[in-house]
Antibody, heavy 119, light 108 residues
Framework: QVQLQQWGAGLLKPSETLSLTCAVY????????WSWIRQPPGKGLEWIGE???????NYNPSLKSRVTISVDTSKNQFSLKLSSVTAADTAVYYC?????????????WGQGTMVTVSS | AIRMTQSPSLFSASTGDRVTITCRAS??????LAWYQQKPGKAPKLLIYAASTLQSGVPSRFSGSGSGTDFTLTISCLQSEDFATYYCQQYYSYPPITFGQGTRLDIK
C-alpha cells in the first residue's frame, strides 16, 4: 500500500525552480519530521532538509540558500522547492519520514522522482 | 558537518559468506547511527537504527554494533537478495544529517 506518494516535474531547464510534493498516507503527521533526500545518478545520498507539522525547518547548509520546504497539514502533504537549478541538481529526489524522538532514522521513503536539469 | 566514511566501497562475496561493513564518523555520534539497504531503482530500506536495533521485519542475519566513531554492519550468511548497496547515516548532530558514501556488495 502507498505510504508516501510523491510527484513533480521531471525535466527542468537551468535556472528554473524544482518543485515536488509528497503526500502522507501513514502515521500521525505530527509524530514525525518530513525530509527530502536526493541521489545523483550513480552516487550516494544527500539530505536536503526537513520540516515538522508546525512548519519548523532544518536545511542542509550546502543548499540552504536555494531550498524551501513547506507543509500543508490540511492535506497531509509537504513540498520542496529548489531554486536556480543547474545540471548538478539532476538526481532522484526522495521524501522520507523520521520520528520526532531521539532515535530518528528514516523508516519510510517515497518511491523517488527522477529530476533532470538540461537545456 | 560530521563526515561518515564507509569501507570498503566495493566488496565481492558469495552466497553463505559472512560479511562485515565498517562505518567511521569524523567525530563521536554516540549510537545515533542507522544502516540502509538500497537495490537498483528502489528507495533505501531501513535495516538497523540506534547502531544495533533491528528494524521490524528485517531478517536476523543482519546485525549492527559500535558506538562513538566506529560502527559495523554484519550479514551472517549472505542470501542472494542481500546483494545491494549499503549506507550508514548519522542523526546525532544536524543539520546536516549525513550519509556514508555507500558500500556496494557484489556477487563473487
Amino acid at each position: 500500500q502507498v505510504q508516501l506518494q510523491q510527484w513533480g516535474a521531471g525535466l527542468l531547464k537551468p535556472s528554473e525552480t524544482l518543485s515536488l510534493t509528497c503526500a502522507v498516507y501513514v502515521g500521525s503527521f505530527s509524530d514525525y519530521y518530513w525530509s527530502w533526500i536526493r541521489q545523483p545518478p550513480g552516487k550516494g545520498l544527500e539530505w536536503i532538509g526537513e520540516i515538522n507539522h508546525s512548519g519548523s525547518t532544518n536545511y542542509n547548509p550546502s543548499l540552504k540558500s536555494r531550498v524551501t520546504i513547506s507543509v500543508d497539514t490540511s492535506k497531509n502533504q509537504f513540498s520542496l522547492k529548489l531554486s536556480s537549478v543547474t545540471a548538478a541538481d539532476t538526481a532522484v529526489y526522495y521524501c522520507a519520514r523520521s520520528p520526532v524522538q531521539l532515535e530518528r532514522p528514516f523508516d519510510i521513503w517515497g518511491q523517488g522522482t527522477m529530476v533532470t536539469v538540461s537545456s | 558537518a560530521i563526515r561518515m566514511t564507509q569501507s570498503p566501497s566495493l566488496f565481492s562475496a558469495s552466497t553463505g559468506d559472512r560479511v562485515t561493513i565498517t562505518c567511521r564518523a569524523s567525530q563521536g555520534i554516540s549510537s545515533y547511527l542507522a544502516w540502509y539497504q538500497q537495490k537498483p531503482g528502489k528507495a533505501p530500506k531501513l535495516l538497523i537504527y540506534a547502531a544495533s536495533t533491528l528494524q521490524s521485519g528485517v531478517p536476523s542475519r543482519f546485525s549492527g554494533s559500535g558506538s562513538g566513531t566506529d560502527f559495523t554492519l554484519t550479514i551472517s550468511c549472505l542470501q542472494s537478495e542481500d546483494f545491494a548497496t549499503y549506507y550508514c547515516q548519522q542523526y546525532y548532530s544536524y543539520p546536516p544529517i549525513t550519509f556514508g558514501q555507500g558500500t556496494r556488495l557484489d556477487i563473487k
